[in-house]
Each structure stands twice: as C-alpha cells, then as structure tokens.
C-alpha cells in the first residue's frame, strides 16, 4: 500500500488541547482492534525500552482499562482509562489518569479527557486524538513529562506491529 503517512502533533495552549493525527497503512478493522483490545494494546502503547502491561480491562461505556509502563529496570508507572463513550469502529472517549496497583487514581498527576476517532480511506485509516486539560498547568506538565516524544514512540511501535500482523493475514 505505501501510502503517504499523515503525522500532525498540534498543541492549543488557548483551549488547553493537543491534536494527534496519524494515519497507518492498515484498514480500520485492525486499527480498532489494536486501539481496544489489551493484547494487542501491550505490544505497542508504551516506548521502547518501557513495555505496557494489562492489569485489566473492561473496553465498555463505564468500564476502563488499567495498566501499567513497566520500565527497563522493573519500576511501573500505574495508569488508567475510564471508557465514557464508544462507537464501534468510529470513535471512543475516556478519562486518562495517573493511578496506583489498586485501580486509585493520583490527583497529584495531570490528568485529561481524550477522544478517539478512526476513519478508513483506501485502505488507510487515519487516527485523531484530541486530549484536553481541566487547566493550562495539566497539559504543560505532560508535554514537560515528554509526552510528545514517548506518544510518537508508542505510535511508531504501532506501525511496526500494524505491518507485521498484517503480514500473517497475507
């Protein structure tokens, strides 16, 4: 396919948002799939050399998915997502927080609000992220914590995999 890729990382102090937009040469159903889905999620969501690691995860309108970034030395860094609003294969919404083992969230570390949307064209299907913050301070602190940087790992990682999971289809 080798489709031009799309890659956009726009930061709106204003309105305290970030836009991701990233477009991968894979059909939607794969996509989604490798969004909402914890086995698929671990193999690529954190940046090397951290791994992500699934405590659990309930991909339902009020359910969330708990996990950990387990990092080179075996120090984890607990997170959690609260599924708010799904719509198969288009679009799910959530609450992104910092957490502990327990499923408790740290509401000393920045949290935000994310949407997801899909959308397939010719076999491509470009992602959109758009994160928002409650205030400034919270998004600031985790583009300062290299949010940008790990973020484009991890959505790298995805395309790696996207390329070799499409390879065992064929």
């Known amino acids: 396919m080798n489709k031009a890729m799309i890659f956009n990382f726009d930061v709106d102090k204003e309105n305290r948002k970030i836009k991701v937009e990233r ?49 080179p030395e075996g120090e984890r860094h607990w997170a959690l997502m609260n599924y708010v609003v799904i719509e198969p294969k288009k679009s799910f919404a959530g609450v992104d927080a910092f957490g502990d083992e327990g499923g408790n969230v740290n509401t000393a570390q920045p949290g935000s609000n994310w949407t997801n949307t899909f959308a397939e064209k010719d076999g491509a299907t470009l992602v959109t992220n758009e994160i928002s913050f409650d205030d400034l301070s919270q998004m600031e602190g985790m583009i300062a914590m290299g949010f940008k940087e790990g973020f484009t790992m991890g959505l790298g990682n995805l395309d790696e995999l996207l390329a070799k999971l499409q390879k065992k289809t064929v």
């Open 23 to 71: 477009s991968f040469d894979a059909p939607l159903d794969l996509v989604w799939s490798a969004w909402t889905e914890a086995e698929i999620l671990d193999q690529w969501w954190a940046p090397k050399p951290w791994r992500a690691e699934t405590k659990s995860m309930d991909f339902s309108e009020g359910g969330r998915w708990h996990y950990s970034m387990v990092g």
